[in-house]
């Protein structure tokens, strides 16, 4: 059974930084391409972040150069590391997990957790 526990989330002013974390359990990371996705009062879910088992990341034009997204395959836990935060970054953040011959947007999901930005 693939179970993804998240936690990190929280309120943050405008210019801080907050990490996400993503453990799993039931599945092995290194067959998955891992993500974060976000979804924002009112908005559909946009992809955040992804890494492949090699190490290639790929980054929403709107986090480039605040967000990266390490991971450690040896603990099946990915991380969203998020700085110089904005408003414009609250959203309920989503891990996710998908086989590669799965479309984005498929494959297992975490909880969520809330993230604040606020003055």
């Known amino acids: 059974q693939v179970r993804l526990v998240e936690s990190g989330g929280g309120f943050v002013q405008p210019g801080g930084s907050l990490r996400l974390s993503c453990a799993a359990s039931g599945i092995n990371f290194r067959r998955y391409v891992m993500g974060w996705y976000r979804q924002a009062p009112g908005k559909q879910r946009e992809m955040v972040a992804t890494?492949?088992?090699?190490?290639?990341?790929g980054y929403v034009d709107s986090v480039k150069g605040r967000f990266t997204i390490p991971a450690d395959n040896a603990k099946n836990t990915m991380y969203l590391q998020m700085n110089s935060l904005k408003p414009d970054d609250t959203a309920v953040y989503y891990c996710n997990v998908r086989p590669y011959s799965t479309l984005p947007g498929g494959g297992y999901w975490g909880q969520g957790t809330q993230v604040t930005v606020s003055a």
């Open positions: 890494i492949t088992t090699d190490g290639t990341t």
